[in-house]
């Protein structure tokens, strides 16, 4: 059964201290993971997309990489407007009835 | 570019009213999905249209259905409203399996309280 998990559910960080968030899949046929940021009320927001193992991409604070069985969304020096919900998605097929969300990590970060 | 535009933003119905979403894709994407987020089952996915065409449906009742327009603009429809039907729907575009990119842009949603 096609499958993505999120942990932590909720993480509360200090300003500048970093961390990563992770998200475990198990689908078959892998056509595409994506990370977004969802705020509350407000619809997820497009971060990143990755399609095979050791890619890696980057936008300002946040990376996000992927291997065979799980990507990460690393955060580094993170600000207090990071603090959103940050949802993983995965593609196992055509149609968007193929496409797997994670139940998301509560970020907090404090000042 | 515009982003994905949804109206109303909120809506306040009744238990067995009936209500219509609205959803206009980026410019140029064919394909529209359209999904249920609840605090408790996260995101559920509702229905995809392509090019006028219902490709793909979730598993929710008859009470829930949509359609696509010309322009790739698509409504969605729930009838005989219930109090479980309280949520936030998103609409999300895309350009379409077909071009290869899964990527799904999404609307900013709107919230529909059922009293």
């Known amino acids: 059964e096609d499958q993505v998990t999120q942990s932590p559910e909720a993480l509360r960080l200090q300003e500048g201290e970093s961390s990563s968030l992770n998200c475990s899949y198990t689908v078959s046929g892998l056509r595409g993971l994506f990370w977004y940021r969802q705020d509350p009320g407000k619809g997820p927001e497009f971060l990143f997309t990755?399609?095979?193992a050791g890619e890696e991409k980057e936008k300002e604070r946040l990376k996000a990489t992927l291997t065979k069985k799980e990507s990460f969304l690393h955060i580094t020096a993170p600000k207090p407007e990071d603090s959103a919900t940050y949802l993983c998605a995965v593609q196992a097929g055509t149609g968007a009835n193929n496409l797997f969300f994670g139940t998301g990590t509560r970020l907090t970060v404090i000042p | 570019k515009a982003g994905v535009t949804q109206t109303p933003r909120y809506l306040i119905k009744t238990r067995g009213q009936q209500v219509t979403l609205s959803c206009s894709p980026i410019s140029g994407h064919r394909s529209v999905s359209w999904y249920q987020q609840t605090p408790g089952q996260g995101l559920q996915f509702l229905f995809e249209y392509f090019s006028e065409t219902q490709r793909n449906k979730g598993n929710f009742p008859g009470r829930f259905s949509g359609r696509q327009f010309s322009n790739s603009r698509s409504e969605m429809n729930v009838s005989t409203l219930e109090l479980g039907d309280s949520a936030l729907y998103l609409c999300a575009s895309s350009l379409g399996w077909t071009s290869g990119n899964y990527e799904q842009y999404f609307g900013p949603g709107t919230r529909l309280t059922v009293t």
């Open positions: 990755l399609y095979s």
